[in-house]
RNA sequence: GCCGAUGUGGCUCAGGGGUAGAGCAGCUCACUCGUAAUGAGCAGGUCGUCGGUUCGAAUCCGACCAUCGGCUCCA
C-alpha cells in the first residue's frame, strides 16, 4: 500500500499500481467523470498513470487552469486529426495550448480558407462525439524517428532530433491520428465540447523567418458552451474599446494612406497629448530632471559614432543635404550626447538627468503597424541620466519608482520584463553583465516580479521594460530603463572627480509613458474611452434647453473657461433629449443641462457621463465639484 | 517583410458584367422643446490605385497600395 496526501491535506492509502483514474473514482464519482488528468508531486500526469509510491497527488478538472489547458492542448490534437482527415498529406508543425485556446500549424498545398475551418470544426465535432481515448506510449528516439520518418513528417522528425539526450519520448494516439507529444492529455475526445476555430495566420516553422511559413489555424476552447459564449461576448466587448475606432469616434487622431504609421492629431486629441506632457514636466522637474530639445535630423557620422548606423540601420531613415548623409534620428540618445560634451562636467554635477519629449522615427515593417499602438513615428517621453557608477542602483530605483507612479495615477497595471543581451550588439560581456546585475538588483531591492526576456535588450544595454494591455489582452512595451555602458564610451564622456582626473560616467536611458503615441491608445482603451475629467478634451458641455437660456449658458461657459475647465456650449436648436445623448456618446463627463428653472435659481443640472440621474446645484457647488476631481486626478469606475 | 482576409459617399454597411443604394452624419426649412435620436427636403461616390479581359468592368483577372488578424520585429 502506499500512501497519497490530497490537495486538502487528507491521506489516502491505495493498493500500489493504482492510477489516477481508479483514485479518482475512489474519491468520488463526480470527480471522475470530470477529471481529465493528475498532478503527482508537481508533475501533470495522464489519469491512466499507476501510482508506484507515496506522493502528493491532485486530480484536475476543468474548474482548474491547469485542467483547461490539458484540455486545450487536447483540442490542438484534436484539430490536427481532423485535419488529416480531411486534408490528407498535411504536414503536422506543433500545437501548443494558449490563453484561451490552442493552435496548430500545418504545412499543405492547400492553403485553408475561412469555409475550410468550418468544415474542419465539424470534423472535429463528430471525431469529439467518437470518444476516442488519448492513450500514451513512451517509445525509443530510434522509433520515433522511424515513424514520422516514414510518415514523411520531417518536422517531427526535426523536433525529436532536437530532443535531449535523456528526454522521455512519448506519443499520443487517440482513433487514426498520433502524435509526439510529452502531453499528458484529458482521456477522451468526449472530454472537449466547447470550442471554436477562429483564424488561420501565417506563421513560421519555430518563429524564424529563414525558415518556411506554415498555416496556422487558431480555435479556443473552455470547459463548457456558456464559458465560450461568456468569452466570445467579451471579445465583441473588448473591441468597442479598441483605439483604433474609438480614436476615430471622439476624433482624436487619423491614419492615412499618404502617411501610414505617421499619425495626424486632431484638436481633441492634442488636449490629451498636452495633457500628458504637462503632467509630465511638472512630475520630473520635481524630480530633478532638465529638459532640452535636440534635432530631428543629424549627420551620418553621428550614427555611425553612436553605433546606430551599425547596428540600427534597418529601422532608420535616410536623407541627403548638400551632397552629405544625413540621418532621421531613430533614438534620442546621440544628441543627448552632444549636449552632454559641450562643456566639462564635474562629479559634483552628477546625476545629469537631462529629459527630452523627442520625436523619433523608426522604420517598422509594413505589416506591424497597428494604430497608434505601432507606428512609424513617435515621441518618447525620454531621458538620460548621467551619473556616477556609484549612483547606478539608486537612480535605476528612482525611475522605477517614478514609472509606478505615473501608472498607478492611470489606474494602470503593468508587469515587468528585464531583457538581456541580444545577437547584434555592441560591448564586452563583463560591461553587459554588470549592467544586467545592477538592473537585477534595483529590481530585487523593490521586491517586484519580473520576468527575464532573453536577447531582447537594446543592441548598447539591457533593460527593465514596462508592460501595459490592450483592449484584447496583448501587452505593449511602455515605460523602459536602459543601463548602458557603451555610448558612454563611444562618445568618450567624462566628469572630473573628486581627483581632479577625468572620469568614465555611466549613463541610463528611460522612458515613462513610453511613446506617447503608444500611451494614448492604451489610455484609450483603458478607460473605454470615457477619460477622467483630468484628461477629458471636453470637460463640460453646457445644453441649454432653449435660446432662451443662451445668455446664463454663456455666462456659465465663461466662469468656467476662466478656471481653466474645457467647456463647449450645445446652443444648437435641438431636443434636449438629443442633445444629451450626444453628450453621452461623446463621453463627456459632464453635462449641464440649463433650463428657465436653473436660470432662476442660478444652479445647474448636472448629469454625469454614464448615470441617469441628474443632481441640480449652486453653480459654485459644481466649480468646486469639478476642480476636486480635476486636481485630483480622480478615476471613475463606470 | 511574410501568410490569409478585406477595401462601395465623412461613418456603418447592402448590392453586383449593362454603368450605384440605405441608415447615420452634413446642409436647408419648420418645431422653442426638461434628461439617450422631432419632421420634411437637399446635397454628397471616376465603388483603394494602375493595368488586362470584354461591345460594355464598380462587378471577372493581374500587379501595386492601404487596412485587419497573425508571424517576425519593437516604444
Redesign the pocket.
Given at each position: 500500500m502506499i500512501n497519497l496526501t490530497l490537495k486538502d491535506g487528507s491521506v489516502k492509502q491505495v493498493a500500489k499500481g493504482t492510477t489516477l483514474e481508479e483514485l479518482a473514482r475512489a474519491i468520488s464519482q463526480g470527480l471522475a467523470r470530470n477529471a481529465v488528468a493528475g498532478k503527482v508531486n508537481g508533475e501533470l500526469k495522464d489519469l491512466s498513470f499507476p501510482l508506484q509510491e507515496d506522493a502528493q497527488v491532485e486530480i484536475l478538472t476543468l474548474d482548474s487552469e491547469e485542467g483547461l489547458e490539458i484540455m486545450r492542448h487536447s483540442t490542438s490534437h484534436l484539430l490536427a486529426q481532423a485535419v488529416k482527415n480531411l486534408f490528407p498529406g498535411t504536414l503536422l508543425g506543433i500545437g501548443p495550448a494558449i490563453a484561451n485556446g490552442f493552435y496548430y500549424d500545418f504545412d499543405s498545398e492547400h492553403?485553408f480558407?475561412?469555409e475550410d475551418l468550418e468544415k474542419i470544426e465539424q470534423e472535429m465535432k463528430r471525431l469529439a462525439k467518437e470518444d476516442y481515448q488519448f492513450t500514451c506510449r513512451t517509445v525509443s528516439r530510434e522509433e520515433a524517428l522511424n515513424y514520422f520518418q516514414e510518415k514523411g513528417e520531417k518536422y517531427k522528425v526535426e523536433l525529436v532530433n532536437d530532443l535531449p539526450e535523456e528526454a522521455r519520448i512519448s506519443m499520443y494516439t487517440q482513433g487514426n491520428f498520433t502524435d509526439l507529444c510529452a502531453g499528458p492529455h484529458v482521456p477522451s475526445t468526449k472530454m472537449i465540447k466547447a470550442f471554436k476555430l477562429q483564424?488561420?495566420?501565417?506563421?513560421?516553422w519555430r518563429?524564424?523567418?529563414k525558415n518556411k511559413?506554415l498555416?496556422?489555424i487558431?480555435g479556443l476552447a473552455f470547459a463548457k458552451a456558456a464559458d465560450l459564449e461568456d468569452y466570445l461576448f467579451k471579445l465583441e466587448e473588448a473591441k468597442r474599446r479598441?483605439h483604433?475606432?474609438l480614436g476615430?469616434e471622439l476624433d482624436l487622431f487619423s491614419?492615412h494612406?499618404e502617411g501610414?504609421?505617421f499619425p495626424f492629431f486632431h484638436p481633441k486629441g492634442m488636449v490629451l497629448r498636452n495633457i500628458l506632457e504637462d503632467f509630465w514636466r511638472k512630475e520630473h522637474q520635481k524630480r530633478g530632471y532638465v529638459e532640452i530639445k535636440t534635432p530631428i535630423i543629424l549627420h551620418r557620422s553621428l550614427w555611425e559614432q553612436s553605433g546606430h548606423w551599425d547596428h540600427y540601420k534597418e529601422?532608420m531613415y535616410f536623407t541627403k543635404i548638400d551632397d552629405q548623409d544625413y540621418c532621421v534620428k531613430p533614438m534620442n540618445c546621440p544628441g543627448g550626447m552632444i549636449m552632454y560634451k559641450t562643456k566639462l562636467r564635474s562629479y559634483r554635477d552628477l546625476p545629469i538627468r537631462c529629459g527630452e519629449l523627442g520625436l523619433v522615427h523608426?522604420h517598422?515593417?509594413?505589416?506591424?503597424?497597428?494604430?497608434l499602438?505601432?507606428?512609424?513615428n513617435?515621441t518618447?517621453d525620454d531621458a538620460h541620466i548621467f551619473m556616477l557608477p556609484s549612483q547606478i542602483k539608486e537612480e535605476i530605483i528612482g525611475v522605477i519608482d517614478l514609472v509606478d507612479y505615473f501608472y498607478k495615477v492611470f489606474g494602470f497595471e503593468y508587469h515587468v520584463e528585464l531583457s538581456t543581451r541580444?545577437e547584434n550588439s555592441m560591448g564586452s560581456d563583463e560591461a553587459w553583465e554588470m549592467a544586467t546585475n545592477a538592473l537585477e538588483d534595483a529590481l530585487k531591492a523593490k521586491g517586484m516580479d519580473y520576468k527575464i526576456n532573453p536577447g531582447?535588450g537594446?543592441f548598447y544595454g539591457p533593460?527593465i521594460?514596462f508592460h501595459l494591455k490592450d483592449c484584447?489582452g496583448?501587452t505593449?512595451?511602455?515605460?523602459?530603463i536602459q543601463l548602458d555602458f557603451q555610448m558612454p564610451e563611444k562618445f568618450d564622456l567624462t566628469y572630473i572627480g573628486e581627483d581632479g582626473e577625468k572620469h568614465r560616467p555611466v549613463m541610463i536611458h528611460r522612458?515613462v509613458y513610453?511613446?506617447i503615441?503608444?500611451f494614448i491608445a492604451l489610455l484609450t482603451e483603458h478607460y473605454a474611452g470615457a477619460f477622467p475629467t483630468w484628461l477629458a478634451p471636453v470637460q463640460v458641455r453646457i445644453l441649454p434647453?432653449?435660446?432662451?437660456q443662451n445668455e446664463y449658458a454663456k455666462q456659465v461657459r465663461d466662469l468656467l473657461s476662466e478656471q481653466d475647465i474645457r467647456v463647449e456650449i450645445d446652443d444648437r436648436?435641438?431636443?434636449?433629449?438629443?442633445k444629451?445623448?450626444e453628450a453621452?456618446?461623446e463621453k463627456v463627463p459632464f453635462?449641464l443641462?440649463?433650463?428657465?428653472?436653473?436660470v432662476q435659481e442660478q444652479t445647474v443640472?448636472v448629469?454625469r457621463y454614464?448615470e441617469?440621474k441628474?443632481e441640480?446645484m449652486p453653480f459654485g457647488d459644481f466649480v468646486a465639484l469639478i476642480k476636486d476631481e480635476i486636481l485630483s486626478k480622480k478615476i471613475r469606475q463606470i
Open positions: 492553403v480558407t475561412p483564424s488561420v495566420a501565417g506563421a513560421y518563429g524564424n523567418e511559413m498555416q496556422r487558431y479598441d483604433r475606432k476615430l491614419l494612406d501610414p504609421g529601422n523608426r517598422e515593417l509594413s505589416g506591424a503597424l497597428h494604430g499602438l505601432r507606428v512609424r513617435f518618447q541580444p531582447d537594446a533593460k521594460d484584447l496583448r505593449w512595451q511602455c515605460g523602459t522612458v513610453g511613446s503615441e503608444r434647453i432653449t435660446d432662451k436648436r435641438e431636443k434636449i433629449n438629443y444629451i445623448r453621452q456618446t453635462a443641462v440649463i433650463g428657465d428653472k436653473e443640472a448629469r454614464g441617469q441628474t441640480t
